[in-house]
C-alpha cells in the first residue's frame, strides 16, 4: 500500500466542473538508471491510472517513464449528484491500488 | 538571544498567501531593525553575516511552480511524508511499549517547538538536531533502535513535528562554544575543492553554479522536498551532499561538527519564517 492523498472540493455545485488532485507516493523508477554495481535497475513506475464516479468512467491515463517519483495528478470532473469517486492505479509489479473519495453535490 | 515570536507572524503569512503581497518581510524588515541591536549584544559583531533585511529565503528566488507546489497543501508532496508521519505518531515501538503520543500527546502540543531547534542537549553536552531529538526519545524512553539518519520514518516524523511550527520566526539559542564553532566551519575551506561554505553561500549567494542560483543557505525549511532529491531530506543530507561536492570527508551525522555547523546555520536565519516543509528545486 503505497500513500496516497486526494482532494476534492468540499462543496461541488451540479453539472459544473471541479478539481480532483492526486498525490500518489511512488519511487516511479524510470528503468534508465544503474545501480553501484552497473546492473539496470528495474522500471517501476505507475503505468495505468483510472477514476470512475459510481462506475462511470471519469477518465484513464496510461503513464510513461518520464514522470517524476511522487506523481501530481491534477483533473477535472463534472458530476450530476454525490456519489464515490473511485481512483485505480497499477504500477510496473502489477500491484493494483484502489481509494475511494466521497464527493457532496448541492 | 530572547524568543521572538509575534503572534501576527502566522496570520500575515496567511495574508501574504491571499494577497500576494509580502506584508510579513516588510514587518520582520521593521523588526529586524530591533533585533539586530539585541544581536549585537548577544552575537559578537563579526558573526553578523548577512544583515537581516537582505536575508532571502530559498522560497524567495524559487521560480513561480516551485513556489506554488509549496504553498499548496494538496500538491506539497511533503505531505505524504506527514501523512505517514501522523500514523507513525501513536504506533507504540520498543521495549517500553511506548509511542511519541504516550508522551506528549497529541501532535498540537509540538507546536512551535522545532523553531527552537538544534537545541544544546546536556547529556550529550553538544546541540542537537530535531531529527537526533527524535532518535534520543527513541534509545532513551522508548527502548528502540535508534532510526539511520536518512530514514524515511524519522523524516516523516521530524516533517509532522517541523510542520506545527510552520509560520512562526526560528528562534534558536545562540549557545557558545558551538556558535563559534559553527562560524569557523563556516568559513573554513575544505575537501579536494578548497572550498568553504562560505565562498558560496555568503560571497556569492545570488549568483549561479552552473545554471543554478546559489542560495544565501538558510535552513528555514527543513525536512524540505528537494525535486531534484524527487524525496525528502534533512539539513543534514544538505550539509553531507555540499560537503561530497567540495570533495571533502562529510562530517559523521552525530558529530559535534555537523551539529556546531547546523545551529550556527539556524542561528544565522533566526527570526526568518519556518517554511517545513518546504519544497525546493
Same mark, same amino acid.
Given at each position: 500500500m503505497v500513500r496516497v492523498l486526494i482532494n476534492v472540493p468540499k462543496q461541488i455545485r451540479a453539472n459544473e466542473p471541479f478539481d480532483v488532485k492526486v498525490l500518489i507516493s511512488h519511487p516511479m523508477e524510470s528503468g534508465q538508471r544503474r545501480d553501484q554495481m552497473g546492473q539496470t535497475i528495474p522500471r517501476d513506475i505507475i503505468n495505468s491510472f483510472s477514476c470512475t464516479l459510481d462506475g462511470e468512467k471519469v477518465l484513464n491515463i496510461e503513464m510513461f517513464p518520464a514522470i517524476a517519483a511522487n506523481p501530481f495528478l491534477s483533473f477535472s470532473a463534472v458530476a450530476e449528484k454525490s456519489g464515490t469517486l473511485e481512483l485505480k492505479f497499477t504500477d510496473d509489479d502489477g500491484v493494483t491500488q484502489t481509494e475511494t473519495v466521497a464527493i457532496t453535490v448541492s | 538571544m530572547k524568543k521572538a515570536a509575534p503572534d501576527l507572524y502566522p496570520v500575515m503569512a496567511r495574508l501574504d498567501r491571499a494577497t500576494g503581497i509580502n506584508t510579513m518581510e516588510r514587518a520582520m524588515a521593521r523588526s529586524s531593525r530591533a533585533m539586530t541591536i539585541v544581536r549585537l549584544i548577544l552575537i559578537p559583531a563579526a558573526l553578523l553575516l548577512i544583515g537581516a533585511g537582505e536575508r532571502r529565503s530559498g522560497y524567495d528566488d524559487a521560480s513561480p511552480d516551485t513556489r506554488a507546489m509549496q504553498d499548496d497543501d494538496n500538491a506539497n508532496p511533503a505531505f505524504l511524508w506527514v501523512k505517514q508521519g501522523e500514523s507513525l505518531w501513536s504506533v507504540p515501538s520498543g521495549t517500553?511499549?511506548?509511542?511519541? !503520543?504516550?508522551? @506528549? +500527546?497529541?501532535? !498540537?502540543?509540538? @507546536? +512551535?517547538?522545532? !523553531?527552537?531547534?538544534p537545541k544544546f542537549d546536556p547529556k550529550r553536552d553538544r546541540p542537537v538536531t530535531l531529527e537526533e531529538r527524535i532518535n534520543i526519545c527513541r534509545t532513551d524512553h522508548m527502548g528502540a533502535p535508534a532510526f539511520a539518519w536518512d530514514d524515511d520514518k524519522l523524516l516523516s516524523l521530524s516533517t509532522l513535528v517541523g510542520l506545527q511550527s510552520r509560520d512562526m520566526p526560528m528562534a534558536v539559542e545562540p549557545r557558545e562554544p558551538f556558535l563559534s564553532q559553527g562560524a569557523a566551519l563556516f568559513r573554513e575551506r575544505m575537501g579536494q575543492l578548497n572550498l568553504s561554505c562560505a565562498q558560496c553561500h555568503e560571497d556569492r549567494a545570488g549568483l549561479k553554479l552552473a545554471g543554478s542560483l546559489i542560495p544565501q543557505?538558510?535552513?528555514?525549511?527543513?525536512?524540505e522536498y528537494r525535486l531534484e532529491w524527487q524525496g525528502m531530506g534533512s539539513l543534514y543530507r544538505r550539509l553531507r551532499n555540499c560537503m561530497v561536492g567540495t570533495r571533502a570527508e562529510p562530517f559523521p551525522p552525530d558529530s559535534r561538527e555537523a551539529a556546531s555547523l547546523a545551529l550556527f546555520l539556524a542561528v544565522r536565519a533566526?527570526?526568518?519564517?519556518?517554511?517545513?516543509?518546504a519544497v525546493r528545486p
Amino acid at each position: 500500500m503505497v500513500r496516497v492523498l486526494i482532494n476534492v472540493p468540499k462543496q461541488i455545485r451540479a453539472n459544473e466542473p471541479f478539481d480532483v488532485k492526486v498525490l500518489i507516493s511512488h519511487p516511479m523508477e524510470s528503468g534508465q538508471r544503474r545501480d553501484q554495481m552497473g546492473q539496470t535497475i528495474p522500471r517501476d513506475i505507475i503505468n495505468s491510472f483510472s477514476c470512475t464516479l459510481d462506475g462511470e468512467k471519469v477518465l484513464n491515463i496510461e503513464m510513461f517513464p518520464a514522470i517524476a517519483a511522487n506523481p501530481f495528478l491534477s483533473f477535472s470532473a463534472v458530476a450530476e449528484k454525490s456519489g464515490t469517486l473511485e481512483l485505480k492505479f497499477t504500477d510496473d509489479d502489477g500491484v493494483t491500488q484502489t481509494e475511494t473519495v466521497a464527493i457532496t453535490v448541492s | 538571544m530572547k524568543k521572538a515570536a509575534p503572534d501576527l507572524y502566522p496570520v500575515m503569512a496567511r495574508l501574504d498567501r491571499a494577497t500576494g503581497i509580502n506584508t510579513m518581510e516588510r514587518a520582520m524588515a521593521r523588526s529586524s531593525r530591533a533585533m539586530t541591536i539585541v544581536r549585537l549584544i548577544l552575537i559578537p559583531a563579526a558573526l553578523l553575516l548577512i544583515g537581516a533585511g537582505e536575508r532571502r529565503s530559498g522560497y524567495d528566488d524559487a521560480s513561480p511552480d516551485t513556489r506554488a507546489m509549496q504553498d499548496d497543501d494538496n500538491a506539497n508532496p511533503a505531505f505524504l511524508w506527514v501523512k505517514q508521519g501522523e500514523s507513525l505518531w501513536s504506533v507504540p515501538s520498543g521495549t517500553a511499549g511506548k509511542s511519541c !503520543a504516550s508522551c @506528549h +500527546g497529541d501532535i !498540537a502540543t509540538m @507546536h +512551535g517547538v522545532a !523553531a527552537h531547534y538544534p537545541k544544546f542537549d546536556p547529556k550529550r553536552d553538544r546541540p542537537v538536531t530535531l531529527e537526533e531529538r527524535i532518535n534520543i526519545c527513541r534509545t532513551d524512553h522508548m527502548g528502540a533502535p535508534a532510526f539511520a539518519w536518512d530514514d524515511d520514518k524519522l523524516l516523516s516524523l521530524s516533517t509532522l513535528v517541523g510542520l506545527q511550527s510552520r509560520d512562526m520566526p526560528m528562534a534558536v539559542e545562540p549557545r557558545e562554544p558551538f556558535l563559534s564553532q559553527g562560524a569557523a566551519l563556516f568559513r573554513e575551506r575544505m575537501g579536494q575543492l578548497n572550498l568553504s561554505c562560505a565562498q558560496c553561500h555568503e560571497d556569492r549567494a545570488g549568483l549561479k553554479l552552473a545554471g543554478s542560483l546559489i542560495p544565501q543557505g538558510h535552513p528555514n525549511g527543513y525536512p524540505e522536498y528537494r525535486l531534484e532529491w524527487q524525496g525528502m531530506g534533512s539539513l543534514y543530507r544538505r550539509l553531507r551532499n555540499c560537503m561530497v561536492g567540495t570533495r571533502a570527508e562529510p562530517f559523521p551525522p552525530d558529530s559535534r561538527e555537523a551539529a556546531s555547523l547546523a545551529l550556527f546555520l539556524a542561528v544565522r536565519a533566526n527570526g526568518m519564517r519556518v517554511e517545513t516543509p518546504a519544497v525546493r528545486p
